[in-house]
């Protein structure tokens, strides 16, 4: 089925070590967004990537790097990882056109566990 | 002061129950608004859009008041199946949605 795939979907890190959080959208959209879910936070934005080849700091964005590699995928790197950073991260994608809104697509999320 | 706010709930209605939600938003620059809707331990799904003129979709409005600054979800006969997060969402920019915390919902039978 058409959509946004994460991977890993479960992820126990140590404090220090560093991972790579996997997205891919086979929609041919244009934005991709990672956002993190933590209880009573809501959905905070930590980087987005408006088209292929930019990318932009949302609300969130201290540890954290992100590369949009082609229109598809759209990467989030944590270099060292630290236990405020455990939460749910969740990738999204969107048609975004100048003058148009549009919802996103989520994908399913990733289970992040720094100890 | 929070860019989207809700009320967390939970509200606990019956079967067959009308239960409104209200969400307000502090940006009024804000271009579009839209309700998802998020499962435990899921991803939200959209699950309408919300126009200035209101809309509809089955047992579910939305409606938009923008000199108040708020938008609102109602749900009628509500099903067990509608037990979810509600979450008020709020473009704000190009492309760049803004997520209340939400408003729990418990359909009971």
């Known amino acids: 089925n058409a959509g946004v795939t994460q991977t890993p979907k479960f992820q126990v890190l140590k404090t220090g070590q560093s991972m790579t959080l996997q997205c891919a959208q086979d929609?041919?959209?244009?934005?991709m967004y990672w956002y993190r879910q933590d209880p009573g936070m809501g959905l905070r934005l930590i980087y987005y990537?408006?088209?292929?080849?930019?990318?932009d700091k949302g609300e969130v964005p201290n540890g954290y790097n992100v590369s949009r590699l082609n229109k598809r995928e759209f990467s989030l790197r944590l270099e060292s990882a630290a236990p405020s950073q455990t939460s749910v991260y969740f990738c999204?994608?969107?048609?975004?056109?100048?003058?148009?809104?549009?919802?996103?697509?989520f994908g399913s999320g990733t289970r992040l566990t720094v100890v | 002061r929070k860019e989207v706010e809700q009320d967390p709930g939970p509200f606990n209605v019956p079967e067959g129950a009308t239960v409104a939600f209200n969400c307000t938003y502090s940006?009024?620059?804000?271009?579009?608004f839209f309700w998802y809707r998020q499962d435990c331990r899921k991803e939200p799904k959209l699950l309408m859009s919300?126009?200035?003129s209101g809309n509809e979709d089955g047992r579910f409005t939305a409606q938009l008041n923008r000199a108040s600054q708020y938008i609102s979800l109602l749900i009628r006969d509500s099903k067990l199946s509608d037990s979810a997060t509600y979450l008020c969402?709020?473009?704000?920019?190009?492309?760049?949605?803004?997520f209340g915390t939400g408003t729990r919902l418990l359909v009971s039978p």
């Open positions: 919300v126009y200035s």
């Open positions: 929609m041919n959209h244009n934005s």
């Open positions: 999204a994608s969107s048609e975004a056109r100048i003058g148009r809104s549009y919802g996103y697509t």
């Open positions: 940006n009024s620059a804000s271009q579009s």
């Open positions: 990537s408006a088209s292929e080849g930019t990318t």
């Open positions: 969402v709020v473009n704000t920019g190009f492309q760049k949605l803004v």
